[in-house]
């Protein structure tokens, strides 16, 4: 494996220097300079090998150095080479003197312990074990990916030919997945039953008797006018050998191990709880996610008390519109009358689209930093919207070459309220998901890693709270579609309910559906979806509302002791300028921010 040899170069040399130094430098300065030095070169050589491990990770930050391969991530090798350098980097970082490095420096220094540990904890629960579901997949990912609609350009002839090589180690993960799944029906570690049954129509969907009907032949479809004659045959002929002979039997191997062996031997029953050992599993996921030490009983109770809540929110709503009746009989009324609804799912997916200067705009009287990077409003994709939740953020690249894209759930059109809209898009575009992941991403004043760093509960929490900013902003005027925004809200504060309700207190479908019918306006294709949604990935539907009611509490606590000096503008800017990070480092960064203005 490669690693950063400039970096490294460049460090190996500054510290000789310091070295050669010491006699005219104060010890304290000298301590300053190799840990400072020594962390960068750390981070550097991480972030680079990290990259070289997992291709993806690279084509999805624009560096398409590695596209011609993908990590083979279901494989025992893939974990060991993971647990190893996991294992090297907290090593050689616990042995860099903190106390010596910066507050910014600090800061990188503690997050990447947190994800270097993290990680290796991971490995103490058989997720491997559990490869895919309807939810998150490799065969689903790899179907946009191969159709042009993902992260892998289809510019130039060399992308071609490394999709194309790409082909190989999606063929292998599958084997993997497989063999992996098959280990788990032999230890008791399967999916439920419920969720795969909804893998197989998206695997069906992939298998087609012409190959000109297949998804993978769109790229072949769109080949660029200015490739050669001879790469364009040689192209089409490459693609339809590859196509028929390799991904169709692939997904065809696939399925017929998930029909004829993985359905039976899958359970019937839902939580993680009821797994061996899925008592520490979940609550190791309930950290991870939350970045919290709340235990799933705590994050039950505060979700009843927001539901609670929020009821209260809205029946003021009720009052406003005149309505008469009960919040049940509103939750009927809006979910079934027709002026809330479009005939077509073009039209939904335009209103988004029309949004986009007028919030953008508006956006500007809370933010005063806003990213280069523009992001467009698509539809999910047929063969995944069924599962799929009602909207999504895919991040673009740090140079703005390939935009952010705001994917938007038509599927069932009647399901899809006009009243949920201005929440939805606060959430996934501005000011929420494209906002706070193209400025991370396009700050080259942090270290690498945490310019692509993930920590959920910022990250959704943010998302969350950029949905409660929309009266502040100058929307949500329509009573209709601030009741939208409480409903939407109300639906995270129902995740903390039956998220720990089905993964820690025993709780089966059923009980979820009909507690959300009982106490939110869904219709049942987005509450069926989203509650096998929680049952794929637990944990993820806790770090909303946790997250924003941190961010929430962090922001009332700096208006009460800045008064009238709290300047939000600023507020926002502090909170997203140095990306996301653990909320308790978030608080702490932000008591740092209010007690210098005091």
């Not at 058989?126 to 946009?144: A, D, E, G, I, K």
């Not at 062996?261 to 996921?285: C, I, K, M, V």
């Not at 508006?362 to 990213?371: G, I, N, R, S, T």
């Not at 089905?502 to 306006?521: C, F, P």
Request: proline fraction near 5%; include cysteine.
């Amino acid at each position: 494996m490669k690693h950063f040899p400039a970096a490294v170069l460049a460090a190996s040399l500054l510290l000789s220097a310091c070295a050669e130094r010491a006699e005219e430098t104060s010890p304290a300065t000298e301590t300053t300079v190799d840990a400072s030095t020594a962390l960068a070169a750390l981070f550097d050589e991480h972030f680079e090998r990290g990259l070289e491990l997992n291709p993806m990770r690279a084509t999805r930050i624009g560096d398409y150095r590695f596209n011609d391969r993908m990590a083979i991530s279901n494989s025992p090798e893939y974990r060991d080479a993971e647990r190893a350098m996991d294992e090297e980097f907290l090593t050689r970082l616990i042995e860099i003197d903190r106390d010596a490095l910066s507050y910014q420096e600090q800061l990188s220094y503690d997050m990447f312990k947190i994800l270097r540990e993290q990680s290796l904890e991971s490995n103490l629960y058989p997720s491997h074990l559990q490869p895919l579901n309807q939810f998150y997949s490799l065969t689903n990912s790899f179907v946009r990916l191969g159709s042009g609609a993902s992260v892998h350009p289809f510019e130039t002839v060399k992308d071609y030919e490394d999709f194309l090589s790409r082909v190989d180690d999606f063929v292998a993960n599958v084997d993997f997945a497989i063999a992996n799944m098959r280990e788990g029906m032999n230890a008791g570690v399967v999916q439920p039953q419920v969720l795969m049954a909804k893998v197989v129509p998206q695997l069906e969907s992939q298998i087609v008797d012409d190959v000109e009907a297949s998804l993978f032949w769109r790229p072949i479809e769109n080949m660029p006018d200015d490739f050669s004659a001879a790469d364009r045959d040689r192209l089409t002929n490459a693609y339809r050998e590859t196509i028929s002979t390799t991904i169709i039997p692939t997904y065809e191997r696939l399925l017929n191990f998930i029909g004829d062996d993985y359905l039976a031997a899958s359970r019937e029953t839902y939580g993680l709880g009821d797994l061996p050992n899925g008592e520490d599993w979940y609550q190791f996921l309930v950290k991870v996610r939350t970045t919290t030490t709340m235990t799933p009983e705590e994050i039950h109770q505060v979700g009843l008390a927001e539901v609670a809540r929020i009821h209260e929110e809205m029946r003021g709503v009720m009052a406003e519109v005149g309505f008469e009746g009960t919040l049940e009989e509103f939750f009927e009324f809006v979910n079934t009358d027709e002026q809330f609804f479009f005939d077509e799912p073009d039209q939904l997916i335009q209103g988004y689209r029309d949004m986009s200067d007028h919030v953008g705009g508006l956006a500007k009287k809370l933010f005063d930093v806003e990213p280069k990077t523009g992001f467009e409003v698509r539809r999910v994709e047929p063969f995944r919207e069924q599962s799929a939740s009602g909207g999504s953020y895919q991040a673009g690249t740090p140079d703005g070459s390939r935009p952010g894209i705001f994917y938007a759930n038509a599927y069932n059109i009647k399901a899809r309220p006009k009243w949920a809209m201005e929440s939805l898009y606060l959430h996934e575009a501005i000011p929420g998901h494209h906002f706070q992941i193209a400025l991370q991403q396009e700050n080259e004043d942090i270290p690498q890693f945490r310019r692509f760093a993930r920590f959920t509960a910022y990250s959704e929490g943010w998302g969350l709270y950029a949905e409660t900013l929309g009266k502040e902003i100058g929307v949500y005027t329509d009573p209709y579609q601030y009741f939208g925004a409480l409903n939407a809200e109300l639906w995270r504060a129902i995740r903390l309910v039956v998220d720990t309700g089905i993964h820690a207190k025993g709780w089966s479908r059923q009980d979820v559906l009909d507690y959300m019918y009982a106490n939110s306006a869904v219709a049942p294709a987005r509450a069926i979806s989203e509650a096998e949604r929680f049952m794929a990935i637990p944990g993820q539907a806790l770090a909303y509302k946790i997250g924003q009611l941190k961010i929430r509490e962090i922001r009332d606590s700096a208006e009460q002791r800045l008064g009238e000096n709290f300047d939000v503008v600023a507020f926002h800017r502090e909170v997203l300028k140095d990306g996301p990070m653990p909320l308790s480092m978030l608080e702490s960064k932000l008591d740092r921010w209010v007690e210098a203005q005091l």
